[in-house]
């Protein structure tokens, strides 16, 4: 009997993936605005990432959009509360768990003499998606480095990422936008002073 080397077929986020999710709800101009307007908006961003299978062809409800936006705001919720190292509400642990229990799961197959791994998919198309949303962020915090989750410095921004920099001390989500925001901010500063 052999084993298949891959999955049959792999619908997973990178964590970074996941995490710009999260930021599909956002500051703008200190307000939070959501990006996810229409229930085929989120379902459209998990097609995109392959998350989902495209022919998985039957409309999102608005049930299902509500039901993504309480996953999005509980992961936030535990991914905040470990940036901030304090307790996370355990209505949000709640819906995290909920959340991988209800998608896919892995599951061997024969294939003749060949064992292959493959995966039972959940009850419905959003179910898996939230599962897989929040797989990565989940493991991150089991045996990766919890620690290294951030909230982004820039106050009108508060992005959530993950530092992956050789000397963990990145601040801000973006050097480009955030980090020179800042830069730029301090220079007028410096400049005020001086004046
Ligand atoms: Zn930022």
């Known amino acids: ?10 619908h997973g986020l990178s964590l970074e993936t996941a995490l710009e999710f999260l930021n ?23 097609i995109e990432q392959g998350t989902l299978h495209g022919d998985a062809a039957e409309a999102w409800s608005d049930a299902d959009l509500a039901r993504v936006r ?3 705001e509980a992961l936030r919720e535990v991914v905040d509360a470990v940036v901030e190292e304090r307790r996370p509400r355990p209505i949000a642990v709640d819906v995290v768990n909920a959340a991988l229990a209800s998608g896919a799961s892995t599951r061997l197959e024969l294939d003749g003499a060949t064992i292959k791994v493959g995966h039972r998919h959940g ?12 797989s990565p962020i989940v493991a991150e915090l089991a045996s990766g480095r919890p620690d290294r989750f951030r909230t982004c410095a820039n106050d009108t921004c508060r992005w959530t990422f993950f530092d992956t920099s050789p000397t963990g001390r990145r601040r801000w989500c973006d050097m480009r936008t955030c980090g020179n925001r800042a830069k730029a901010a301090r ?5 005020a002073g001086v004046g």
């Open 1 to 10: 009997m052999s084993v298949g080397h891959m999955p049959d077929h792999d």
């Open 187 to 191: 220079h007028r500063a410096r400049l």
């Open 70 to 72: 309480v996953v999005r």
């Open 123 to 134: 009850a419905a198309a959003v179910d898996d998606a939230l599962a897989t949303l929040a």
């Open 24 to 46: 599909t709800r956002e500051l703008d101009a200190g307000d939070l605005v959501d990006h996810l307007h229409r229930p085929s908006d989120a379902r459209a961003w998990f």
